[in-house]
């Protein structure tokens, strides 16, 4: 049984499909439309573009713009 996690303040956007098992830190962003896979972390303070498809871990601070992607914010 994998449970969903998401931590304080956070906004998921409209259409966002979070699979089991995904964990989202505090104060993440997720944008519209986008897939959370099993097994993602998302650290906090992070943000997700509109229409991505996540799998893996997303360092704290960071912005995931596509796989492969993932720029630190300044």
């Known amino acids: 049984d ?15 499909v979070i699979l089991p098992g995904v964990t989202i830190g505090d104060n993440v ?4 439309n986008s897939v959370l896979n099993p097994g993602t972390v998302i650290g ?12 893996g871990v997303i360092p704290e601070n960071s912005i ?5 992607d993932i720029v630190k914010k300044v």
């Open 44 to 55: 906090r303070n992070s943000n997700v573009y509109p229409v991505s498809c996540v799998r």
């Open 2 to 16: 994998k449970k969903v996690i998401i931590g304080k303040n956070c906004w998921i956007g409209a259409g966002s």
């Open 29 to 32: 962003v997720v944008g519209c």
């Open 64 to 68: 995931f713009k596509k796989q492969g």
